[in-house]
């Protein structure tokens, strides 16, 4: 790689003694505006001596970029927040914010005298669905036998629908509160119930402290699932047309760009956002890329996270150059416009004038630019090596 920036570098330096030696000139071109632009002139023998061709502006279909910012969130089925389904105290919490937990894993114990009692009272209606079963098995086994009274079978009836409702009913409240009905009938009773986890994930923040008194009301923690994060893209009304679901997506975070990954758009939003006059994008993700550090580790994401999301809107005709054509200078770029040729006795003369662009996409080797003064239709530009006029250019500067 050392040989060749001194190769280029020696390309250079004869470029320039060259441009010396057959008195090339840097002149300032008159214009209408205040500022003098200037021009080069460059002789046909220097231009073929480092390879120097000319041609015009083309037109390419290039894939779009729309540019925007974003942030990862997270949708409402990957966050939860832990209550308890009944009034008590706290009296376990085996749980610590930061932990990973997995579904229906138990976060906390909370104990409440009612619990004792809904449990005694799920023994007494199983016995009055019981005897009520049997009563009206035999008030039904009679009437078949024509020895029942049709009345005594209709209350039978009645009162066994009773018992049976009542019976499961407290069977489904027990079950709810993770209490195994069976257990129960087999003489255990429980004093505390569990609390268990609505979703897998990370508990965020534990909003309680063991003796703390909670209702059915009080959030006692909350989590949420960051496996599957999604960016909340906002796209500015002049875009909005050109964005549709199924295109590509490039992110990088804002503040770890060397951290880059891609997604998918799913869905577009139809109102805008506050008062931004932007409305949002919603992208899904695929897996994080490995950082250009080195780093073997997938990045870690949390919701929040800013990012800047580059969203394919696909190919467009556009004005493009080759990337040699394009140079910078003084932080801005540039391309150079053949203003006029002449001939003398050594042959042609071509003066080139530095034109203003910005530049766009970068694609096979062609980039998507808009000059900042107007240029005819058709007109001649240095498209390759337009390098070495821009280093004579800058060596001018420095001379005068």
């Not at 696909?314 to 150079?336: C, L, Q, R, T, W």
Request: net charge negative; proline share 3%; charged share 20%.
């Amino acid at each position: 790689m050392k040989t060749i920036h001194y190769l280029i570098i020696i390309l250079v330096l004869m470029f320039l003694v060259s441009c010396k030696e057959t008195n090339t000139t840097v002149e300032p071109i008159e214009q209408e505006s205040a500022d003098d632009v200037e021009r080069i002139m460059l002789t046909e023998h220097q231009m073929e001596a480092v390879n120097i061709e000319i041609g015009a502006i083309e037109q390419r279909h290039l894939n779009h970029i729309v540019r925007a910012n974003g942030e990862l969130a997270l949708s409402p089925q990957k966050k939860a927040g832990v209550n308890a389904l009944m009034g008590g105290i706290i009296k376990q919490i085996p749980v610590y914010e930061g932990t990973e937990v997995k579904e229906g894993q138990i976060l906390a114990y909370v104990e409440n005298r009612e619990i004792v009692e809904m449990q005694k009272n799920y023994l007494v209606a199983k016995q009055e669905f019981m005897i009520s079963e049997q009563n009206y098995q035999r008030q039904e086994e009679l009437s078949l036998k024509g020895a029942g009274v049709e009345k005594t079978l209709q209350q039978a009836a009645a009162a066994h629908q009773i018992a049976s409702a009542q019976f499961m009913g407290l069977e489904k409240q027990l079950q709810q509160l993770a209490i195994n009905p069976k257990s129960i009938e087999t003489g255990t009773i429980v004093t505390q119930i569990p609390i268990k986890a609505p979703i897998s994930g990370t508990i965020d923040k534990i909003m309680v402290n063991i003796g703390s008194y909670v209702d059915i009301q009080t959030p006692i923690m909350t989590l949420s699932d960051n496996s599957q994060l999604h960016c909340d893209i906002w796209v500015f009304e002049k875009d909005i047309n050109m964005i549709q679901n199924g295109q590509e997506v490039d992110f990088m975070l804002t503040n770890q760009q060397n951290i880059q990954f891609q997604g998918k758009i799913y869905g577009v939003n139809k109102f805008f956002e506050n008062s931004t006059k932007a409305i949002t994008v919603h992208a899904q993700l695929n897996a994080p890329n490995k950082s250009s550090a080195g780093n073997k580790k997938s990045p870690i994401l949390f919701p929040g996270m800013y990012v800047t999301a580059l969203i394919n809107v696909g190919k467009h005709s556009s004005d493009a150059v080759p990337n040699e054509a394009i140079v910078s200078m003084g932080g801005k770029d540039y391309i150079f416009l053949l203003e006029k040729e002449s001939r003398n006795e050594e042959g042609k003369l071509f003066y080139f004038q530095p034109i203003e662009v910005v530049t766009g996409i970068s694609e096979l080797g062609y980039t998507e630019i808009t000059p900042l003064k107007e240029i005819a239709i058709g007109a001649t530009i240095v498209v390759s090596n337009a390098f070495y006029i821009a280093s004579m250019l800058e060596g001018g500067e420095e001379e005068e």
